[in-house]
């Protein structure tokens, strides 16, 4: 098998078959990844742009190419990572596990009382499935291990772990099936560590993303920012006060039929503001082990729960094991969709930091914060920048984050401007940040951020004239001359800090994940944004030059890492250039300099060869 030295992700669908991600290989094994991490590739929905809606676990996808085409691109590709999906199906009459009733009983999550569905969030059509079953867990996972024992798969990324039942017992279960290489997608929330006792490399890395960018962040700008946030806006309660109240919001109309169930289960009152309360996505007591560890009691003590609820919680009143099994499944899609999904579309301070596991309220990080983290990341944890579910790219994020180098040129443009109100606060920063932007894709994204955010509009309840009016200045910003000279003056300093990040993610304790076409500037906001095509014979051509920092860089720290995987193996060891440059060495033969601010590396001293600007080898 490979050594995992970086997974380039491929995002399956109509657009990128089989057989064209094959094609890709010569082109993905210069530039120097080790592993191809595709998007689930089991039978989906027809025409499915993402593949989480599985129809049938047991077949590869028909629209994708089929099995022998998968099994010819996994034979061809250096190695291979593939994204599986335990939590949910389709619920589709289409899917036979499904549309049989004796087996939807035995193969999904159904309450018994109303015959409804546990659902993955809020989403009717997808249907949580009782993979805690023995049966069911070798049924939906015979192919995926048929793969994985032929050599033919070299790892999986977990989807949603914090839907099971029981993720650590789920984890054990696939290590006793020979699966040793596995990375959850569990979104940590900043100082929460991922539990000691689960069977996997790592993460798919959303904490690292948030903090490689926070060091960037120049927090000497935060009270600035706040003050600008709040003359524009009228804002001035902080993040934490809006996401608790948006996730109570939630509990309390879009997650009913879950609190019901809990009810039906445990009548006992304040459901929707105990499920609310919890600040992080989820505990993970066993009642069918009575363990209770204690991150789980110190999580419980933290909540804002009644004294029952509590005990309940941690099994010192017995007899409640569905219903705390129950409840620990729902906390984590509230949190879900009542920070991600709704907060981050309420308060627009600084759109760098709402992002997928990071709060909005930490305004930067300290470099010896940043230290600490690194120190603590597990050996093959994922190191991610750029996902299909982050709010923005890595390059829009980085630009923004430059926003508080340049605070008080900010405040001029948003006040020439004559900003009013967040949904216009949050269009301009949309707007400087994938500056350029096409009408129609700015167009689509303010509809979602408006319906997401619930406020001047929805989905259940859109408001047609509301988005106009934000869509009409959203495109009168496109053409703004003023706007554009804003744009050229900070579009160096994101790029300055998009390559600060990618130089540290591609060496950093971890493996690289590198999204499909980021190793071009790639300017992209939520999905379906994310999705579009890539130009991969841009890329190919560009393959090599020196004229793109960013591939450049790629390609020289992935070479880097394969001539020396010794060093990256090694130890991380900081280094005191001062507060504002961020330095380490792997290994004591690899060296990393990278300015906080706008400066170029530092000299890094004698007996240093440079690989490329911040990079050095002994």
């Not at 459901?271 to 009691?297: C, I």
């Not at 991380?572 to 290994?587: H, I, K, L, M, S």
């Amino acid at each position: 098998m490979t050594v995992f030295r970086a997974l380039y992700r491929l995002q399956l669908g109509p657009d990128l078959s089989f057989d064209d991600a094959r094609r890709l290989v010569p082109y993905l094994r210069e530039l120097g990844v080790s592993h191809l991490y595709l998007s689930p590739s089991l039978q989906a929905r027809p025409g499915s742009t993402h593949g989480y809606d599985v129809l049938d676990p047991t077949r590869i996808s028909d629209e994708l190419g089929g099995e022998q085409a998968f099994r010819a691109l996994c034979r061809e590709a250096p190695g291979v990572v593939r994204d599986i999906v335990p939590n949910h199906m389709a619920a589709d009459d289409a899917n036979p596990f499904w549309g049989d009733e004796e087996r939807r009983g035995q193969f999904f999550d159904l309450d018994p009382e109303s015959g409804r569905h546990r659902r993955f969030f809020t989403i009717d059509e997808l249907a949580g499935v009782r993979v805690e079953d023995p049966e069911v867990f070798e049924v939906t996972h015979a192919k995926v291990l048929e793969l994985l024992g032929e050599g033919l798969v070299d790892g999986v990324r977990v989807d949603h772990p914090d839907g099971l039942a029981n993720p650590r017992e789920y984890l054990e279960r696939l290590l006793g099936r020979g699966v040793e290489h596995v990375w959850v997608e569990k979104i940590l929330e900043p100082g929460e560590e991922l539990r000691a006792d689960w069977a996997a490399e790592g993460t798919t890395g959303y904490e690292f993303a948030n903090d490689v960018l926070g060091v960037f962040v120049d927090a000497a700008a935060e009270d600035a920012l706040t003050s600008l946030y709040a003359s524009v806006t009228g804002e001035r309660r902080a993040f934490a006060e809006i996401a608790a109240e948006a996730k109570l919001e939630l509990a309390r109309t879009d997650f009913e039929p879950e609190v019901g169930r809990l009810r039906r289960l445990l009548d006992e009152p304040g459901l929707p503001e105990a499920l609310a309360s919890f600040h992080v996505y989820r505990t993970y007591v066993e009642p069918e082990l009575g363990r209770v560890a204690p991150e789980d009691r110190e999580q419980v003590g933290h909540a804002e729960l009644s004294e029952r609820l509590a005990q309940v919680l941690l099994l010192e009143e017995p007899g409640h094991d569905e219903f705390v099994t129950r409840f620990q499944q729902t906390t984590g899609p509230v949190m879900a969709k009542g920070v991600e999904d709704t907060a981050f579309y309420r308060y627009s301070r600084l759109l760098a930091l709402n992002e997928v596991g990071g709060d909005p309220g930490r305004f930067g990080l300290t470099l010896d914060e940043f230290h600490a983290g690194q120190a603590k990341r597990r050996p093959h944890a994922l190191l991610t920048t750029f996902t299909h579910d982050t709010k923005r790219s890595a390059d829009v994020r980085a630009r923004l984050a430059a926003l508080t180098w340049i605070p008080s040129e900010w405040e001029a443009l948003v006040r020439s401007l004559g900003v009013e109100g967040d949904d216009e606060y949050h269009a301009l920063q949309t707007v400087v940040g994938a500056w350029p932007l096409e009408p129609e894709r700015l167009d689509a994204y303010l509809e979602k951020a408006l319906r997401e955010g619930k406020r001047t509009s929805s989905w259940v309840e859109p408001d047609d004239a509301a988005e106009q009016r934000v869509k009409d200045f959203g495109r009168k910003l496109l053409g703004d001359a003023e706007v554009e000279r804003f744009v050229e003056r900070l579009r160096p300093l994101g790029q300055r800090i998009a390559l600060g990040q990618l130089l540290l993610k591609l060496t950093s304790p971890g493996v690289p994940d590198i999204y499909q076409g980021d190793e071009l500037e790639t300017l992209a906001l939520v999905d379906p944004d994310n999705r579009r095509p890539v130009d991969w014979e841009r890329r190919r051509r560009l393959l090599g030059s020196a004229d793109e920092p960013k591939l450049q860089l790629t390609q020289q720290a992935l070479a880097l890492r394969a001539r020396r995987p010794e060093a990256f193996e090694g130890g991380y060891e900081p280094v005191d250039r001062g507060p504002d440059v961020c330095a380490f060495t792997r290994g004591g033969e690899v060296l990393v300099v990278v300015p906080l601010r706008d400066a170029d590396p530092p000299d890094p001293g004698a007996g240093w060869r440079e690989v490329v600007p911040g990079l050095y080898e002994r």
